[in-house]
């Protein structure tokens, strides 16, 4: 089955600086990455997704990159702010079967 | 729209006990998922439903963990009898329809179970 590794486990930025978190997937034919932030104690949310026909998405001050060769993904947050801190998640899917294969989560830390 | 509901929020229950925790999807969404997320781990699916069917349960310990589907709505995931490794957050997520966008799930507020 798929395995999603992530990276790092725990990440501490300064307010207004860029945070990169990684994660690589073993199967090939995942084609669907989301993302979901938990913050504690709440339920995990989805923030941004690609599919892998595209290369890279951005929402704002969020980005994805997608190397499908490689069978990595990261997500990019730049201008950080005190509200980014928490628990970052990347997952790995085929659509076509709708589960997703979760990484173990980065701790975003954010200091003012 | 109304979120993915899940009851209780919080259980505590001793080893060898049993427990139900309920799920009710978004309105029209026809996949709804079980995930376990032990702290500091990410959520590892138990089971997969389509409309009442199942999916998937591979990953589902089925001598002690049991769910149903009934009428491709609400869900139940049961335990019994519960270990201390069970110890975990319960997550039911729903998404609209197996293979079709958009593929991202809507996730519940989870069920905190700690077994002593």
């Known amino acids: 089955g798929e395995n999603v590794e992530q990276h790092p486990s725990t990440l501490s930025v300064q307010e207004g600086d860029s945070a990169v978190i990684k994660c690589t997937y073993s199967?090939?034919?995942?084609?669907?990455f989301p993302w979901y932030k938990q913050e504690l104690g709440k339920r995990p949310q989805l923030i941004i997704d690609i599919r892998s026909n595209v290369g890279e998405k951005k929402d704002q001050r969020i980005a994805v990159t997608l190397n499908k060769t490689a069978k990595h993904f990261s997500l990019h947050i730049t201008e950080t702010q005190p509200e980014d801190s928490a628990v970052y998640f990347c997952?790995?899917?085929?659509?076509?079967?709708?589960?997703?294969?979760f990484g173990d989560g980065t701790t975003l830390t954010v200091k003012p | 729209e109304a979120g993915v509901a899940q009851s209780p929020r919080y259980k505590i229950i001793e080893k060898r006990q049993s427990v139900a925790f309920w799920c009710n999807p978004i309105s029209g969404h026809a996949t709804l998922y079980w995930y376990q997320q032990i702290l500091g781990q990410g959520p590892k699916l138990l089971i997969q439903f389509q409309n009442n069917g199942v999916v998937d349960d591979s990953q589902l310990p089925k001598d002690r963990f049991s769910a149903e589907r009934l009428k491709g709505v609400d869900s139940t995931l049961k335990i019994q009898p519960a270990k201390l490794e069970d110890s975990a957050v319960y997550l039911c997520?729903?998404?609209?329809?197996?293979?079709?966008?958009?593929?991202?799930?809507?996730f519940g507020s989870g069920t905190r179970l700690t077994v002593v």
């Open positions: 199967d090939s034919a995942s084609n669907y």
């Open positions: 997520a729903s998404s609209l329809l197996q293979g079709a966008a958009p593929y991202g799930y809507t």
């Open positions: 997952a790995a899917s085929l659509t076509n079967a709708g589960k997703s294969t």
